[in-house]
T-cell receptor, first 118, second 111 residues
Framework: GAVVSQHPSRVICKSGTSVKIECRSL??????MFWYRQFPKQSLMLMAT?????????EQGVEKDKFLINHASLTLSTLTVTSAHPEDSSFYIC??????????????FGPGTRLTVL | QKEVEQNSGPLSVPEGAIASLNCTYSDRGSQSFFWYRQYSGKSPELIMSIYSNGDKEDGRFTAQLNKASQYVSLLIRDSQPSDSATYLC???????????FGSGTRLSIRP
């Protein structure tokens, strides 16, 4: 099956710093990537949808100036948490839609990034 | 009303028995339905997708969809301890390209 990687898998940073998380589709081209956030014992909440070469679409309540998304190529999307605060500590997961898949529902998840802001 | 509702559990099932997980949804126009399994600290993995009314079987897993009742379920036969995880029901709504997740049901298979 298709593989999506995320880097780093875990990051601890000080309050006020910025953190960049990378999401890569390793063996397929992803026209669309999704960024989710999951707090403990809660479900995945979609933060934004990014399409290659265009601006990301953010969900209601998600600050686009705080969570910067760049989808510069068909295999890479990045999420930058700017001026991170302890309340941003969460599990961030990306998923990618396979451009070549027969079904547009085919979406693959990365392994996630655990962010802890001190 | 939440778009996707699941009982949070935990649902405890003896090993070898059938585990039944249920999900209801509010958007009648939803067309695509999914079950994901998520182990603690890991990202979700797709188990089943179902698009039409009725049953869909894949190994020990059977997904059931009833659009009239706005209900989708997942049956796990011959439950194993390795099936212990949180199961997320998800759907693609009628007007959006995004997938919406339920809050998940925690399943525990006791030996």
């Amino acid at each position: 099956g298709a593989v999506v990687s995320q880097h780093p898998s875990r990051v601890i940073c000080k309050s006020g710093t910025s953190v960049k998380i990378e999401c890569r589709s390793l063996d397929f081209q992803a026209t669309t990537m999704f960024w989710y956030r999951q707090f403990p014992k809660q479900s995945l909440m979609l933060m934004a949808t990014s399409n290659e070469g265009s601006k990301a679409t953010y969900e209601q309540g998600v600050e686009k100036d705080k969570f910067l998304i760049n989808h510069a190529s068909l295999t890479l999307s990045t999420l930058t948490v700017t001026s991170a605060h302890p309340e941003d500590s969460s599990f961030y997961i990306c998923s990618a839609r396979d451009r070549g898949a027969s079904s547009t529902d085919t979406q693959y998840f990365g392994p996630g990034t655990r962010l802890t802001v001190l | 009303q939440k778009e996707v509702e699941q009982n949070s559990g935990p649902l405890s099932v003896p090993e070898g028995a059938i585990a039944s997980l249920n999900c209801t949804y509010s958007d009648r126009g939803s067309q695509s339905f999914f079950w994901y399994r998520q182990y603690s600290g890991k990202s979700p993995e797709l188990i089943m997708s179902i698009y039409s009314n009725g049953d869909k079987e894949d190994g020990r897993f059977t997904a059931q969809l009833n659009k009239a009742s706005q209900y989708v379920s997942l049956l796990i036969r011959d439950s194993q301890p390795s099936d212990s995880a949180t199961y997320l029901c998800a759907l693609r709504g009628s007007s959006a390209s995004k997938i919406i997740f339920g809050s998940g049901t925690r399943l525990s298979i006791r030996p």
